[in-house]
């Protein structure tokens, strides 16, 4: 298993679980190694269910919203299935707003977007 700076990877069953290390996502520099450390466990790692909690995360630029698009793209594409977990009512309304909210599967907790698989 590759090293992860920006992430702390955890399996429960045959479902990753991704928790953010960063409070803030905002700088170019951090979301890019973000997306790359996602999108290794998609393409190198070969994981299919991916659980995304957001619990420490207290803020998400849109940048970082692209790089979750992609590897949104990215699991379909190899038939895979992605869920977003526990995000904080301010980062919602900015799903909510853009919309992504019907494109995520958002679930309350960790234990809801398990159990949804």
């Given amino acids: 298993m590759a090293a992860h700076r920006r992430l ?3 399996e429960v069953g045959d479902v990753t679980v991704v928790r953010f290390v960063d409070r803030k996502i905002l700088d170019e520099a951090s979301i890019q ?3 790359s450390e996602l999108f290794q466990l998609v393409e190198q790692e ?3 269910k991916l659980v995304l909690n957001f ?3 207290d803020f998400l630029s849109s940048a970082a919203l692209g790089k979750l698009i992609t590897l949104d793209k990215k699991v379909k594409a190899r038939s ?3 869920k977003l977990s526990n995000i ?3 980062i919602y309304e900015v799903f909510a707003i853009t919309k992504l909210n019907k494109l ?3 679930k309350d907790d960790e234990a809801d977007a398990l159990a949804a698989f």
């Fill in 55 to 57: 619990s420490k995360v």
């Fill in 88 to 90: 904080r009512p301010e």
């Fill in 8 to 10: 702390e990877v955890s």
């Fill in 104 to 106: 995520f599967d958002i």
């Fill in 46 to 48: 070969q994981r299919g």
């Fill in 80 to 82: 895979g299935k992605l």
């Fill in 33 to 35: 190694e973000l997306g």
